[in-house]
């Protein structure tokens, strides 16, 4: 498998441009484009499902837009929305890939699950910080929590346990479902 492309953004924090209004989700969807990608997806980390890759990568598209977020100057709204965001890919995505590995006779499914409610646990975490103005005073880079549970969603769970899945099935000649 090739190396995930963890890439710093080379973007003079010190230019931080604030926009002093949320934008839409669909404005949001495109606000990576302007600061580059922390995590760029390439087809290495596919795990043979398109339903599977396309959330995916729907997840690394918000850990990009959260790294922009940061580099724009974090606006609480557009945290918030990102937040709201996530949670609703992560509830859909954990509940299909799970669905997925059982259908698919993957021995190690409850490791797996008990990974996933793992990660749900510490997102609650995070969400609940997020959302409790009266911590932000003192903490003004609210956007850097979220992202680094991103990272460690994509980087440190998807590009790991859900390689070990797909690796798996590849080497024990399962076709992948649809
Ligand atoms: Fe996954
Ligand atoms: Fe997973």
């Given at each position: 498998m090739a190396e995930p492309q963890l890439v710093l953004d080379s973007?003079?924090?010190?230019?931080r441009r604030r926009r002093g209004r949320s934008r839409r989700p669909t404005q949001r969807q495109n606000i990576s484009r302007n600061f580059g990608e922390l995590l760029t997806w390439t087809?290495?980390?596919?795990?043979?499902n398109e339903e599977l890759d396309d959330q995916h990568r729907n997840l690394v598209r918000c850990l990009n837009d959260l790294h922009a977020l940061r580099l724009e100057g974090t606006d609480p709204d557009d945290v918030k929305a990102a937040v709201r965001e996530v949670e609703l890919l992560l509830m859909r995505h954990f509940s299909h890939e799970e669905d997925y590995l059982v259908r698919c006779g993957y021995p190690y499914v409850l490791q797996h699950a008990a990974e996933h409610r793992t990660l749900m646990r510490e997102f609650e975490t995070v969400r609940e910080n997020v959302f409790?103005?009266?911590?932000?005073g003192s903490k003004p880079d609210v956007a850097w929590p979220v992202l680094e549970f991103m990272i460690r969603l994509t980087?440190?769970?998807?590009?790991?346990c859900d390689m070990e899945y797909r690796d798996y099935f590849r080497a024990n000649g399962v076709l992948p479902g649809k």
């Open positions: 973007q003079d924090l010190g230019n087809d290495h980390f596919s795990v043979d409790n103005l009266a911590g932000w980087v440190g769970h998807m590009l790991k």
